[in-house]
């Protein structure tokens, strides 16, 4: 708001997108992430929170712009170190033209410009390949595993598109979330947004009532054991069929909750995988 509220109160969507993202590459610990989407770096996080603002009456819409509706000074109320650099960044990018926007991003921060629809318009002949140069490069055939405790839904797409992951497999037995973007149809949708599939295999999860009071090491073993003696005796054709999957796409991930893949059944159920007869990859834990 407090951008919105020094570019006059009214701003494209497109330039919205832009200067907070140049705002959060300055700023050490930014409130939004972003990841590369079709016009250079989006956040979702961000365009989920606008359209809150927008329920509310904070914000209106009309066409490709937003207008602040309030009087409230939100810039008054942050921190004078926040004020300087939204200052800063207002002032060096407010001005600038959509076009000279999006040709600034993509020529100084390219891995972001990687899925955009327009980039070689941007940056046309050699510059072109800035962006080429920034597409991430990746080998072999791997298992990754990653949970998404503590991160944001974009730092979290972020680590799949770095490693080349074209499969997620979602393998939560309640595939539901009160962090944003990680539910189930909504975690498919944002997957499919950076050109990842989304396949949901709830037969390898384990129960919630079996996740409750789990507080030391030994209680953690116990549930393990447990999943190893019932549900991975019981999914055997799931384990083919990931793997299965894993030659077909080549690269994919399981994913659950938690960020320690030692603290979650998915590394059980990779190393089930790994040890089918004729695994012959490698797996990595993100």
Not at 54 to 66: D, F, K, M, N, P
Not at 88 to 93: A, I, L, N, P, R
Not at 268 to 275: S, V
């Amino acid at each position: 708001m407090s951008i919105i509220e020094l570019l006059g109160g009214t701003v494209d969507k497109l330039r919205l997108q832009k200067i907070l993202f140049l705002y959060s590459q300055r700023k050490s610990s930014a409130e939004y992430d972003f990841i590369p989407y079709k016009y250079g770096g989006y956040s979702f996080t961000a365009h989920a929170d606008i359209n809150a603002m927008l329920r509310s009456g904070i914000l209106s819409e009309a066409g490709v712009q937003y207008s602040k509706k309030d009087t409230i000074s939100y810039f008054s109320q942050i921190k004078e170190k926040d004020k300087a650099l939204i200052t800063s960044v207002v002032s060096e990018y407010g001005k600038m033209s959509n076009k000279a926007l999006l040709r600034h991003t993509y020529l100084n921060f390219p891995f972001y410009a990687i899925r955009s629809d327009i980039a070689q318009d941007m940056l046309p002949g050699k510059l072109y390949q800035r962006i080429e140069n920034a597409v991430p490069t990746v080998h072999g055939i791997i298992m990754f595993t990653i949970g998404y405790e503590g991160i944001s839904l974009e730092k979290y797409l972020l680590k799949l598109i770095e490693n080349g992951v074209k499969l997620l497999v979602d393998v939560r037995r309640n595939p539901l979330s009160m962090k944003f973007g990680f539910s189930k149809s909504l975690l498919q949708r944002y997957c499919h947004c950076v050109g990842i599939d989304y396949i949901h295999l709830p037969e390898v999860g384990i129960a919630s009532e079996y996740r409750r009071n789990l507080e030391s090491k030994e209680d953690y073993e116990h549930l393990f054991a447990f999943y190893r003696e019932t549900t991975l005796n019981e999914t055997r054709q799931t384990q083919i069929q990931i793997l299965e999957l894993l030659k077909k796409y080549q690269r994919i991930a399981l994913t659950c909750f938690e960020a320690d893949a030692c603290r979650c059944h998915r590394s059980h159920l990779a190393e089930a995988i790994k040890n089918l007869p004729d695994f012959e990859y490698s797996v990595k834990h993100l």
